[in-house]
C-alpha cells in the first residue's frame, strides 16, 4: 500500500520561496499521478499542481502557474513542489496526493486514492 509524506513546509514573508517534498513509499508502480493540494481554513480543498511519473507530463491551477513548479526524483520515489514569488493567499494546509494509473487527467480531490498528512505553508505580508 502505497504511503505519502510531506514535508517543507514553514512560514516565509510574501515573495519568498519553500520548496516541498512527497517522498512515496510502498510503491508497486512506475506510473502513477501525484498532484499537490491545498487548504485554507474554512475553504475547500483546491487542486495546485498534478505530474505524471511516467513521462513527467504537468499541469499547474491558473492561480500559480509560473510561481510554482512540479517535479520528480524518480529514483527517490519523491515529487517536489517549488513555490516561488510566494504570497499571504498562499498560505493553506499542502497535502500530497497519489493514484497509481495509466494516465494523469484530474485536478479533483475525488480522483485520487491516497494522501499524505500535510504540511503548513504560512505566507506573511
Known amino acids: 500500500q502505497v504511503q505519502l509524506v510531506e514535508s517543507g513546509g514553514g512560514s516565509v514573508q510574501a515573495g519568498g520561496s519553500l520548496r516541498l517534498s512527497c517522498v512515496a513509499s510502498?510503491?508497486?508502480?512506475?506510473?502513477?499521478?501525484v498532484a499537490w493540494f491545498r487548504q485554507a481554513p474554512g475553504e475547500g480543498r483546491e487542486g495546485v499542481a498534478r505530474?505524471?511519473?511516467?513521462?513527467?507530463?504537468?499541469f499547474y491551477a491558473g492561480s500559480v502557474r509560473g510561481r510554482f513548479t512540479i517535479s520528480q526524483d524518480k529514483a527517490k520515489n519523491t515529487v517536489y513542489l517549488q513555490m516561488n514569488n510566494l504570497k499571504p493567499e498562499d498560505t493553506a494546509l499542502y497535502y500530497c496526493?497519489?493514484?497509481?494509473?495509466?494516465?494523469?487527467?484530474?485536478?479533483?480531490?475525488?480522483?485520487?486514492?491516497?494522501w499524505g498528512q500535510g504540511t503548513q505553508v504560512t505566507v506573511s505580508s
Open positions: 496526493a497519489a493514484r497509481e494509473n495509466l494516465y494523469c487527467s484530474s485536478l479533483l480531490p475525488q480522483w485520487y486514492t491516497t
Open positions: 510502498g510503491v508497486t508502480s512506475s506510473s502513477r499521478c
Open positions: 505530474l505524471y511519473t511516467g513521462d513527467t507530463t504537468t
